[in-house]
């Protein structure tokens, strides 16, 4: 067998893995919870939410024991672009997302801070390990408050919450603990098949594997927020769709990344210069094109789904056109991204801000008559 074919192989079937192990590891998790007698609001904003990124962390904790840092770093980054683009784009081209949870709309900043810091600390070309602790701090400190916020205003996360099945517990708490360990050993084997199939394919590709952990590994490990998202949308639960890729967001940022750099331990994780310069920037311009949409009208159309999608396609083509045959063009590419399709985004998020601050504001004033 080809060595590429070999390596794309376990790429799919890593991610595969992936998928199944993480609903093993959330169905084990979210059984014993109940048997334990949690609340099912502390299993939702903790034990599911820990489960859909289990995936990221996996591979990022395999990633660094390896010593592909760069795979661990891109696979975070990457993901947190791919939630708010494809993720968020899909679900709102399926059904447009109306944002009514206040929760939702106090961890959208936060997720902008988080991603800005995670940026800062980057800078320097390494996540050290004290960088970790303070994500992992700030990880428990925003679960703590956000557990908090929704036992004080039951209304803040209502919608936002998933589903906890009251017979999760029917098998009792040898099959739980059966399932989290099966889901725990399978995590462990799809991160180790997808890392290698991920760090082979790079190498016959003659591509970093940074670009990999980009594009394949991110949209791989990210395919649980993307089911859960397009269900929830379907089902008209727009509020969780939301929340679901929000929290993955932070939780990619405080517990991947930070959990990586602390298994780095005193090396601390290594960042390439192309993402401190160019991806994390990105990811940090993703964070911040939400404040207009859930601050102002509250709402993502399915027009603008629809360019989110868009812009997921120019971002993969600009990470991928300079390692092809036309690689000449990439200069030309991103100047027209640049000078075209960036002041059009602009102008439409702005337009959109406008007409709802006219609109409010004429609302204000006939009210006041």
């Not at 996996?58 to 840092?69: E, M, R, T, Y």
């Not at 932070?250 to 401190?276: F, H, K, Q, T």
């Not at 990105?282 to 009208?297: E, G, K, Q």
Request: one cysteine or more.
């Amino acid at each position: 067998m080809p060595e590429f074919l070999q390596a794309s192989l376990e790429v799919l079937i890593g991610i595969a893995l992936l998928f199944g192990g993480g609903e093993l590891f959330v169905q084990g998790a979210v059984a014993l919870a109940v048997i334990f007698g949690i609340p099912q609001l502390v299993i939702g904003l903790t034990v599911v939410a820990l489960g859909t990124s289990a995936p990221e962390l996996f591979v990022s904790i395999n990633s660094v024991l390896q010593g592909a840092d760069a795979l661990a770093v891109s696979n975070a980054v990457g993901s947190n672009i791919f939630n708010v683009m494809v993720v968020l784009g899909s679900s709102a081209v399926v059904l447009p997302l109306r944002v009514e949870s206040r929760l939702v709309r106090r961890d959208v900043p936060l997720m902008i801070a988080i991603s800005a810091a995670v940026w800062g600390m980057a800078s320097a070309g390494r996540l050290t390990w004290q960088a970790g602790i303070a994500l992992l701090l700030g990880l428990v400190i925003n679960t703590i408050w956000e557990i908090r916020t929704a036992r004080e205003e039951p209304d803040a996360t209502e919608g936002a919450e998933p589903e906890i099945d009251a017979d999760a517990a029917s098998g009792g708490w040898q099959v739980a603990v059966l399932k989290l360990l099966a889901g725990i050993v399978v995590l462990t084997i799809g991160s180790k098949v997808l890392v290698g199939g991920a760090t082979t394919a790079a190498t016959l590709l003659g591509v970093s594997e940074a670009v990999i952990g980009l594009t394949i590994v991110s949209a791989g490990t990210s395919m649980p927020e993307l089911i859960t998202s397009l269900v929830a949308a379907l089902r008209g639960r727009t509020d969780l769709a939301i929340g679901n890729v929000v929290g993955s967001c932070l939780l990619n940022l405080m517990m991947v990344l930070g959990g990586g750099a602390l298994m780095a331990a005193g090396r601390g994780l290594d960042v390439s210069p192309e993402l401190i310069s160019e991806d994390l920037p990105v990811m940090l311009l993703t964070s911040l094109a939400c404040l207009p949409i859930f601050w102002t009208r509250g709402q993502i159309s399915r027009l603008e789904g629809g360019l989110l999608l868009g812009l997921y396609v120019l971002y993969i083509t600009d990470n991928v056109l300079p390692r092809t045959q036309l690689s000449e063009w990439s200069d030309e590419y991103r100047l027209a991204i640049l000078c075209l399709v960036m002041p059009i985004v602009m102008i439409l998020i702005i337009t959109q801000a406008v007409i709802y601050w006219r609109t409010t504001r004429h609302s204000a004033d006939h009210s006041l008559r």
